[in-house]
């Protein structure tokens, strides 16, 4: 917020130079983000009148001008003006001086004629018309009152000033105000703080006469107070208040409108005026829009409103939007004889939604949107009498409006000083705590170590003890605060269990040359009927987003199949002739639809292959080598998934039956959704179950065995749908712990074989420890094999 640093010293007596300002308000939390010395920007440019005025003899179209600056003797200019004459007071660039457009003057000769400096145009001062009244005629500037000659034009313009940006924060509502920047700069150099004391004389009448006000939308418009001025006499505001408005990058109208911007900038309460003459009926209701409404604003920018609008209206419709800009039929005409000033609290949400929708932003709605405080406002409405009986611009009405079901009443807190040294850091003295909040108006006081603080209105950041110990600690200094070394344990930061074994995996499947790839969590609310799941299928039972991206990330995922064999086919359509992929992440399993508690999260990794190095049995290798890291043995059987080949897939358990994975090839259908001319490969593994068995794992170290093996082979024919794992379950049944090794080496179905049958070999590894394993020792090992096959229907070969 921008302000002059001679509007700050209406209220605080500043006795240190700027620069020193600004070091204090930096470190008591304020940001100060520009400094604009007004005076730097022009020397030496003097009051001069004009004495004596004559013809150049050399050149038809200038002047010589003699003229009083304030020296002994008069000083000569030419110049080629037409619009200067005897007697008038004009500024004048002595030898030596700077413009604020950087142009630096010196003495010289036009046509042969001294000239000892230049007479300035309003352009070359940097004025407009609403700078300097004439600041915008061609010519030079002729300044309208007497002024004495020699008199340092910074002064005439009122520039011997500096302008102050201060950066407010979001949580420092109360001051967005130059009165609470000078209460803070009170407190930083520790001078007093004198605020304007509002008073002023009504001249009679009855405001209810005039304009009734009712709030339909009381939690929109918390407080809404008014009061009426008539007799009118508008005209220009006073030069110092220009000035204060002008610092401020807010252009004077007239003294009525200027009131309100005035009082805005200077206690942090928006207000409005409304013309009397356009209450329609007299009334005015603080209430939402209703359909097909509009308004056009003081802008003459037309707006179409819709029920979630705050307006205030009158018989006719909308007047004025709340806390953005009023209308412009209510605004201040030159035949104004009546207003009706309008003082308001509006919810900061409201006037921020309504705001956005409209596109719109004002001096008004960016306070509204920060908090202006209700406790606050009949000082602002006062203050702006005030300035109207100070400026003999009207004659008060007697009665004011005050609308407010819960008028704001000051909090009061407690707080043992102790405990605010210990969050500090630092023993400051309770009586200087004690002064320090009286200090920012906040009435302290302290009995047995217990501070008792009054908390007035305009600080609703102030909610406990840290912010009391905030404001002390600011105040107070955080120089104070002596480095101290850090004391106690510190805890080496470690990972999760399950994101150990989560990382591990990855970097063995990095190793395996997979790449991890990322999805989101959501997919369509189609997107699962990809799989040709059954409608009873519970990975078809997805929790639906109330705010969802859109459309195609509605539903959270119950699987991870999906997104990998959209992620397969999106790298087939960029012609990538080969995939290995892998993706860890969450599924979510709904305990109930529609929700009634967090779903359960449940980890899983997906894995998707494709290329002509691929097959099912490379994805069952992929598989085997993750449940072999964690210590888990698989068993495989047949799977039933719709999206699956059937004959090239496959379910996997651990010996208790718990699922680990599904894996296979994806079936022809599915494939030809997706567009895919090639075989693609897919499998989910639920991570919970490896890492149970990861963190239960026992690694046992054993010596290397020094007896040699011995190997066996076993040809045998079993029914054709006998799968081959069961067979090497049964075999490891019945090796005992001499059996070290089971291989498969042949597969064989033909002419040579009875129909429905196969022919399996497999190779069998025996080893001992103790000795070299003999036949006799091997013979009933096999026996007992050969019994648990002929169980299972298999038969040796012969």
Known sequence: MKMSLSWLRRYVDINVPVEQLCDKMIMSGFEVEDIEDRSACMQNVVVGRIVKLEKHPDADKLQICQLDVGGEAPVQIVTGAANVFEGAYVPVALHDSRLPNGTHITRGKLRGAASDGMLCSGEELGLTESDYPGAGVYGILILQAPQTPGTDMRDVLQMNDVWIDFKITANRPDCQSVLGVAREIAVALQVPFHPPVPSYTVKGGNLTDLVRVTVEEPELCPRYMGKAVVNLRIGPSPDWAVQCLKSAGVRSINNIVDITNFVMLETGCPMHAFDLRDIAGGRLTVRRARPGETITTLDDKPHALTKDMLVIADENGPSCLAGIMGGADTGIKEDTTGVFFECAKFARASVRRTARALGMRSESSARFERGVDAGTLPYAIDRALQLIEQWDAGDIVDGTIDCCPVPPQPRTLTVQAQRICDLLGVQIPTAEMTSILTRLQIPTTEKDGVLTCTVPTFRDDIEGRADLAEEVMRVYGYDHIVATPLRGETNRGTRLPERRVTDRIKALLCGLGLYESKTYSFIGAHAVDLLNLAPEDPRRQEIVLRNPLGEEYSHMRTQLFTSMLNVLALNLSRKAAAARLFEADKVFIPRALPLTEQPDEVPALCIGLYGA???????????????????????????????????????????????????????????????????????????????QAALARRVLYQPLPRFPAVERDLALVCDAELPAAEIEQTIRAGGGKLLTGVTLFDVYQGAQIMAGCKSVAYRLTFQSSEGTLTDAQLDPVLEKIFKKLREKGCQLRG
């Open 613 to 691: 190095q691929e097959d099912f049995f490379t994805l069952k290798g992929v598989v085997d080598a993750v449940l072999t890291d964690c210590g888990v043995h698989g068993v495989y059987a047949r799977a039933n998934e719709p999206f699956l080949h059937p004959g090239r897939s496959a379910a996997v358990t651990d010996e208790a039956g718990t699922p680990l994975a599904v894996l296979g090839q994806v079936h022809p259908d599915v494939a030809e959704k997706l567009g895919a001319e090639v075989p693609l490969y897919v499998a989910q593994i639920w991570v919970r179950p490896l890492v």
